[in-house]
């Protein structure tokens, strides 16, 4: 018996994030918890003749979360409030910093065992807040945290078909570091199928993986941002995970972890100037995270300068997170 949660489940992302894992086979009980909502989002999604049973739940008082929370195996929370035109992630940061801190501590009180995705951004520093929380709960293990890149790999295939055509189903690109801007950088060079990517559209086209998220913040013109690709994005992640746990083998996915806290995570650590969160592929199974791949060995000197301002940008993200929690204790 499989329980996913939802924080954050009458949100943009929410909703349909919602919908996929309630029609998802592997998922058997959905709770959904937002402090707006849920009774609406919870009846609609019950009515679905899948095989997960709906549940909704609103704060009341904190025993709302608790019951959306105990017995969960998995927890997804996209909760927070996303960007308007001319914002950056990190300007979300004061308002969802103290979201993200009070819902990891519902994880750690209700459900420390659960694979906890983070999507609220800045996910640099959300996931750090996260770790800081289960930390202070002694409930923290690294292989079952996880910073939802997954938005910025399913740009790049798509992008880079865009560029040299192809089945953009089929490109897998290492998206690694961060989830915002410059920290975000895709590995072009390692891109399988191989394809010869044009000189003169590679800037143009690292540029647009790296800030596609703007393009549909400038779109929506106040609306918010990535919704539904990211539901999608995130619900990919989530069903990896889920197939890892039925002891599917050979899971790859990238996300953003505690490298010293995951096999093979020190390695990479020592290659990123000891950054201790960074994106990377994972190999998943039924535990979570199981080891930590390094495409950081073969690097092109391009690359090797957009990683250069990425580790810059990670590391002041890094740091504000954990002393958002540091300065509360
Ligand atoms: P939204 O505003 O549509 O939905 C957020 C939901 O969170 C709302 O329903 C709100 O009531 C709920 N919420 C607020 N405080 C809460 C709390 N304390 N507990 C539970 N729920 C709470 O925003 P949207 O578009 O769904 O985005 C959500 C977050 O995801 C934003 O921070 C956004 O920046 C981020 N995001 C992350 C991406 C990624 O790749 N990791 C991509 C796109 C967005």
Redesign the pocket.
């Known amino acids: 018996m499989v329980k996913a949660s939802v ?2 489940a ?5 909703q349909p994030l919602s919908l996929l894992l309630a029609i998802s086979p592997l998922v058997d009980e959905l709770s959904l ?5 849920t009774p609406g989002v919870g009846a609609d999604l019950s009515h679905i003749n899948g095989t997960a049973k709906v549940t909704a739940y609103l704060p009341e008082g904190g025993a709302g979360l608790e019951k959306a929370l105990t017995g969960c195996d998995i927890v997804v929370i ?6 308007k035109p001319g914002m950056t ?1 990190d300007d ?1 940061f004061k308002i ?1 910093a103290g ?1 993200v801190r ?2 990891a501590t519902g994880v750690a009180k209700y459900c420390p065992k659960a694979f906890v995705l983070i ?3 800045p ?1 640099n520093s959300t996931v750090p807040i996260a770790a800081e929380v289960l930390k202070s709960h002694n409930v923290f293990d690294p292989t079952r945290l996880f910073g ?2 997954s ?2 790999v399913v740009r790049a295939s798509t992008f880079v078909a865009d560029v040299v055509g192809g089945d953009r189903t089929k490109y897998k690109i290492p998206v690694v570091g961060g ?1 915002s801007g410059e920290t975000i950088v895709p590995l072009l060079s390692q891109i399988s199928p191989k394809v010869d990517i044009p000189a003169d559209k590679l800037e143009a086209l690292v540029n647009r993986i790296q800030f596609g ?1 703007d393009e549909v913040v400038k779109a929506k013109d106040g609306a ?4 539904l690709s ?1 539901a999608y ?1 995130g619900f990919k992640f989530a069903e990896a995970l889920l197939r890892a746990g039925n002891n599917e083998t050979g899971i790859v996915e990238p996300t953003y972890i505690y490298l010293p806290g995951v096999p093979g995570g020190k390695e990479i650590q020592d290659t990123v100037g000891g950054l201790e969160f960074f994106a990377v592929p994972v190999e998943l199974g039924p535990n979570g995270a199981v080891r930590a791949t390094n495409p950081l060995v073969k690097v092109s000197d391009y690359e090797e300068k957009l990683l250069e301002k990425c580790y810059e940008g990670l590391k002041g993200n890094i740091a504000k997170g954990v002393e958002f929690i540091a300065t509360q204790s």
């Open positions: 924080l954050g009458s949100g943009g992302i929410g918890y937002d402090v707006v909502n996209p909760a927070g409030i996303p960007r992630r979300l969802n979201i009070d819902l999507i609220s951004n996910v939802v890149t938005l910025d989830h998220g918010g941002s990535a919704t990211m994005a």
